[in-house]
């Protein structure tokens, strides 16, 4: 926290980071600190758009700074679990959409959380969807089966 501000961090840069960057720019009490993708041009062009005017880093060693306080991942799922070794802070929140791509993946994730006293969130803003719905009245009804 600086200036009394909560320091976001945004890993991946596609359409989630411009939902949640342009969200982040609007929050009174947060700013925009870090921004990661494979692409260092868009990470800068993110970084321009949504970071404070002091300027965002945007390299993967940033997201390690110490204004960081919550981070978003909406990197490919799979990609995930490549940012376990940057849970290093107590007190920080990680949001990531679905965990990972497999059990053994998300435990890796969680356990790295607990370990370094890192609070865990995962998003999936698609779960009241209509296939959502239907999916859970075929459950439901056991149309599926067992």
């Known amino acids: 926290m ?4 909560l320091g976001f961090g945004l890993a991946g840069l596609g359409m989630g980071a411009e939902a949640h960057g342009s ?4 929050l009174k009490g947060a700013e925009l600190v870090a921004v990661y993708g494979r692409n260092e041009e868009k990470a800068r062009k993110a970084a321009e758009t949504y970071g ?6 945007t390299t993967a ?17 799979a990609l ?3 940012l376990r070794s940057l849970l290093l802070r107590p007190g920080n929140m990680w949001l ?14 969680i356990n790295a959380c607990r370990k370094n006293k890192v609070k865990l969130a995962v ?16 459950i439901d009804s056991n149309a599926l089966g067992k």
């Open 2 to 5: 600086r200036n009394g501000k």
């Open 123 to 138: 998003i999936y803003q698609m779960r009241f969807g209509n296939a959502a719905r239907k999916i859970k009245q075929a």
């Open 23 to 26: 969200q982040i720019k609007e």
């Open 96 to 109: 990531w959409k679905t965990l990972e791509i497999s059990l053994e993946r998300c435990d890796a994730i």
């Open 61 to 77: 060693r940033c997201l390690m700074i110490r204004r960081l306080t919550l981070l978003i991942s909406s990197r490919p799922n």
């Open 52 to 57: 404070p005017s002091d300027g965002t880093r």
């Open 80 to 82: 995930h679990l490549i």
